[in-house]
């Protein structure tokens, strides 16, 4: 076990989301309800970069209301909170609430700042009447240390839900740290975005988010991202546009009806062949392997879901 982590069973439970829509400034409020038409999974409020300075505490104040709203409609609900320590208990005492599903941790550098962020949190949980472990973290890696630590990373608290390389514009954290040049197809970012996404399935992230900017900002072009996102292993995607954007999302990673009726069929025969000790067996017509149970399972709870199944 990691330093700074406990045993416990989390009370904020995972779960395999699609979409994470951001939304920022100090006119969040308006931009988060026009966000939720569109029926997001998740929305991610912010006291960081996208708050000015003199707009943090508006923001923070605005928050909780905010958050049951959407908690509500049934939207899960994120935070960015400010990395630095002088203004991060700030952060928790406005953020940490029963809507509060997981807290964004950006410009995460290595283990400690996870065991800091663990502290700070089950302070504040204790100070809300919330249990020890109530709220999720999803570290942000966007500098060239945070990808050389990703793994210690990920495996220094059981909070960690969600986490994974994400790409950013020229002039942002990640393009400032690397110096690399945007291009249309995001090869610049690409082996950033495998790297972490190792490290993170190592050390037993659930659930590997992604996205984030892309240079295209086509419909083809976000397409083509999301598809790729997916392909590599990723779980789900940041949202950077509008209900366009979300809609691609949406469709790419959300499993295809006829792949979902094949594993509700496929389930009780794999879970049966498991039991006797077989891990290989013919499914209709296909070869399956008993590991293949986990994303399975996974795949037919998030079509239930969305109605699907």
């Known amino acids: 076990m990691a330093k700074g982590t406990t045993a416990k069973a989390l009370a904020n439970?995972?779960?395999?989301?699609?979409?994470f829509w951001q939304v920022g400034t100090v006119e969040q409020g308006k931009r988060a309800m026009d966000a939720a038409k569109h029926k997001p999974d998740s929305i991610c409020l912010d006291f960081e970069d996208t708050v000015a300075p003199k707009d943090k505490d508006k923001a923070r104040k605005g928050f909780p209301a905010l958050a049951k709203e959407l908690h509500g409609r049934g939207i899960k609900v994120f935070v960015?909170?400010?990395?630095?320590?002088a203004t991060l208990e700030e952060d928790l005492d406005a953020a940490v609430c029963p809507e509060l599903h997981c807290l964004f941790f950006p410009k995460s550098q290595g283990p400690q700042d996870i065991y800091?962020?663990?502290a700070a949190l089950s302070k504040a949980e204790k100070r809300k009447g919330l249990p020890d472990g109530y709220t999720l973290v999803r570290p942000i890696v966007e500098t060239a240390q945070g990808v050389k630590f990703a793994y210690e990373i990920a495996k220094a608290s059981p909070r960690i839900a969600y986490m994974g390389g994400v790409?950013?514009?020229?002039?942002?954290d990640l393009g400032s740290s690397?110096?690399?040049?945007?291009?249309?197809?995001?090869?610049?970012?690409?082996?950033?975005?495998?790297?972490?996404?190792?490290?993170?399935?190592?050390?037993?992230?659930?659930?590997?988010?992604?996205g984030g900017y892309t240079?295209?900002?086509?419909?083809?072009?976000?397409?083509?991202?999301?598809?790729?996102?997916?392909?590599m292993g990723y779980q789900g995607s940041h949202v950077w546009g509008g209900a366009e954007a979300l809609g691609i999302v949406h469709e790419v990673f959300t499993p295809a009806a006829d792949e979902v009726k094949r594993w509700v069929q496929a389930i009780p025969a794999m879970e049966l062949a498991k039991r006797a000790g077989v891990v290989m067996l013919e499914v209709d017509g296909q070869m399956e392997d008993t590991?293949?149970?986990v994303w399975m399972k996974e795949g037919v709870a998030l079509a239930k879901r969305v109605g699907m199944a």
């Open 178 to 210: 690397f110096r690399f040049i945007p291009t249309a197809t995001g090869v610049e970012h690409f082996h950033i975005r495998a790297r972490v996404l190792v490290d993170v399935r190592a050390a037993g992230v659930p659930y590997p988010i992604s």
């Open 167 to 172: 790409a950013g514009p020229r002039n942002g």
């Open 291 to 293: 590991a293949s149970l």
């Open 116 to 118: 800091q962020l663990s």
């Open 215 to 231: 240079t295209d900002r086509s419909a083809a072009g976000i397409r083509a991202g999301a598809i790729e996102t997916r392909a």
């Open 80 to 85: 960015r909170v400010n990395p630095a320590p």
């Open 13 to 19: 439970e995972a779960i395999w989301l699609r979409s």
